[in-house]
């Protein structure tokens, strides 16, 4: 089987979520990679080294800039003329692609999987990772965004893929870029972090999450995630959100801070390695799935604690 | 402009969900049973767009078992116009249910047409992203803010890095994010007046759309269960835990 991955990259290096896809595709067959946008020659280089590569296409165009789906799918469906699955990574950038692709090529997408049990055959969670599911599809040609913290990291270096340039499919005029607010953090990127420090809605203002959470996951060179009602009350940006409808984290150490443990929560960092819960009232869920748990108000332990460390 | 809503009937997301002992699914017998919360804030914004005059009609519509029709009411109950449920036995995939929305949309010829970013039960995040396929329109997914001017649409998404904007000509796909607003609650008046408002019954086959699975679930099982740890006394103990882990020097 020959696969298409999409190469999620920031304009100049690709991002580690693709690393776990191409391990993903990898347990299919043979992997070519797709890398898009405007100026990314410097990408494509990168690319070709990641281990286990085949091919790197290559697709240099203003219209794919900005990885608009509208553009992008109808680029993806030509290359499918001659492949057999298409990964993306389970980002928000995958997310809104591959769907419109699977339509594009009447295949029926399979969301999210954990693991590839053979060609045709994959498990996938449902209703919040509170059920795992085991689905085959009975389509010709498969499309698969892949969970990055279920898969191995393919090694960035090592390989020298073939480099081969596609012509673009165009600007369909559908839609167009008007601008972003990305957040630049000289923290680790949350969903690649070793440890995490998450505040949830009992950190009770947007002053007192950065003077608590900050000093502590500074101290431990960890990211900074939040809960959905911490973003929702405006102490934390959006992009900060681990969970079900946010981002699935796996790291060393997820430290949970005032956090009560909601299923929506747990869905996105119960896999993390060792969960260290830090909450007032004993009976909180989170302490159900924390390997360690301290019972405490965070306002008087927390700052011991970043103290002491 | 007319504005299209579909809402999906699924468990209520205060249950936790079962997994049926002969691991063929998820136990949805007598269980709590609600409007996917994306889509309540879908049909909210409709609503405000209504408020503000951009929209001139709210069609809500549901494709599955006939009790949907509990959810569309409560859709009417809000303030849709009127409701179209199109019946089916048995889970129907994304990709159909785009393909009888697509067909609902060439009937109806939609300005927009807002969904939620994904079911939380399926959890597929799929729907929207292949309507707009198929119609071969704009799609602003992850919405958390939209401004209709003219012809145009400025969708603010909630993207891994932060915020995106994007400018879609009408028609155009939305799917909506957590952020987008805060759904209201139906009065019992609004609830009342909903029992008399419109609600078409249809067939797949009545669009002439083959809703036959791609997909056969193969087995469904619980995930590997975590075990609750110990609990330490103090921050002295949890400074040396996280020492002996190699967590901090
Ligand atoms: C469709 C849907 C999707 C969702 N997606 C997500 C998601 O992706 N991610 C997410 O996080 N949530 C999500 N939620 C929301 C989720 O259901 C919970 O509401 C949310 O996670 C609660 O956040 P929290 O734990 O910070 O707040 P709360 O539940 O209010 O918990 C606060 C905790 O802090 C403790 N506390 C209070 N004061 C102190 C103190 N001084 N010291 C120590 N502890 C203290 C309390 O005991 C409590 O346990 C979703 C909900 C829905 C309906
Ligand atoms: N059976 C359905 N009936 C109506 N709307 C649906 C149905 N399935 C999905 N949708 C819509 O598509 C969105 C995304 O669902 P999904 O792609 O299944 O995660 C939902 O929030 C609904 O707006």
Redesign the pocket.
């Known amino acids: 089987m020959k696969t298409l991955v999409w190469v999620e990259h920031d304009g100049s290096a690709v991002k580690d979520a693709t690393l776990a896809t191409v391990t993903a595709a990898g347990k299919l067959g043979e992997v070519h990679l797709l890398v898009a946008g405007a100026n990314v020659g410097g990408v494509a280089e990168a690319a070709a080294k990641i281990a286990g590569v085949g091919k790197v296409h290559v697709a240099d165009d203003a219209a794919y800039g900005h990885a608009l789906a509208e553009n992008v799918a109808p680029l993806v469906v030509e290359l499918m003329g001659h492949h057999d699955a298409f990964l993306a990574p389970a980002t928000t950038t995958g997310k809104n692609i591959a769907p419109r692709v699977a339509a594009l090529l009447d295949v029926m997408q399979v969301s999210e999987i954990l693991s590839v049990e053979s060609d045709d055959t994959f498990t996938r969670p449902i209703y919040a990772g509170n059920a795992i599911a085991t689905v085959k599809s009975s389509d010709a040609k498969k499309v698969l965004t892949v969970r990055g913290t279920a898969f191995e990291k393919a090694a960035a270096e090592g390989g020298s893929a073939a480099i081969e340039a596609v012509s673009a499919t165009g600007d369909k005029g559908l839609s167009q870029f008007v601008g972003a607010e990305i957040a630049a953090s000289e923290r680790p990127e949350l969903t690649s972090a070793k440890i995490i420090v998450s ?4 950190l009770g203002s947007d002053e007192q999450f950065h003077a608590l959470i900050d000093p502590l996951a500074d101290k431990l060179g960890a990211a900074v995630g ?5 973003v929702d009350a405006g102490y934390a940006p959006n992009d900060y ?6 981002k699935i984290v796996a790291p060393e150490v997820y430290i949970a ?9 747990l ?2 960092m119960k896999d993390s390695k060792t969960i260290v819960a ?4 004993e009976d ?1 869920p ?1 302490f159900q799935v924390a390997d360690i748990g301290l019972v ?4 008087k ?1 927390v700052p011991e604690l970043t103290e002491k460390l | 402009m007319k504005v299209i809503v579909p809402v999906k009937r699924v468990l209520d ?1 205060n249950v936790k969900p079962r997994v049926k002992a002969d691991g063929s699914g998820v136990d949805l017998a007598n269980v709590k049973m609600s409007m996917n ?2 889509d309540e804030i879908a049909v909210e914004e409709a609503i405000r767009l209504k408020e503000k005059g951009v929209a001139t009609e709210i069609v809500a519509v549901s494709i599955g078992e006939a009790k949907a029709q509990e959810t569309l009411r409560t859709a009417l109950a809000m303030g849709a116009d009127r409701a179209i449920l199109v019946t089916a036995e048995g889970p129907v995939e994304p990709l159909a249910v785009a393909k009888l929305l697509k067909a609902i949309c060439d009937e109806e010829a939609p300005g927009l047409v807002i969904l939620g970013k994904q079911a ?1 039960d399926d959890d597929n995040n799929q729907t929207g992203q292949m309507l707009a396929a198929l119609t071969g329109w704009g799609q602003g997914t992850f919405a958390s803010k939209i401004e209709v001017d003219g012809d145009k649409v400025q969708v603010t998404r909630e993207v891994d890095g932060g915020l995106e904007t994007v400018s879609l000509s009408t028609p155009a796909i939305v799917t909506t994010d ?1 952020r987008l607003n805060e759904p209201r609650y139906a009065s019992l008046p609004n609830i009342m007046k909903a029992k008399s408002k419109p609600l078409a019954q249809k067939t797949p086959a009545d669009y002439g759309v083959d809703t036959a699975p791609r997909l056969t679930i193969v087995s469904v099982a619980e995930p590997a269960k975590r075990q609750a740890g110990a609990k330490v006394a103090d921050v002295d103990e949890l400074v040396t835990k996280l020492k002996a882990m190699g967590v901090a020097k």
Not at chain 1, 241 to 246: P, R
Not at chain 1, 296 to 299: P, Q, S, Y
């Open positions: 505040g949830g809605r009992a939040a809960s959905r009602a911490a959100q681990v969970g079900q409808t946010g801070v005032g956090i009560s443990g909601a299923i929506q929560h869905a996105g830090i909450n007032k009232d909180a989170i405490g108000d965070l306002f332990v | 997301y919360p994306f939380i957590l």
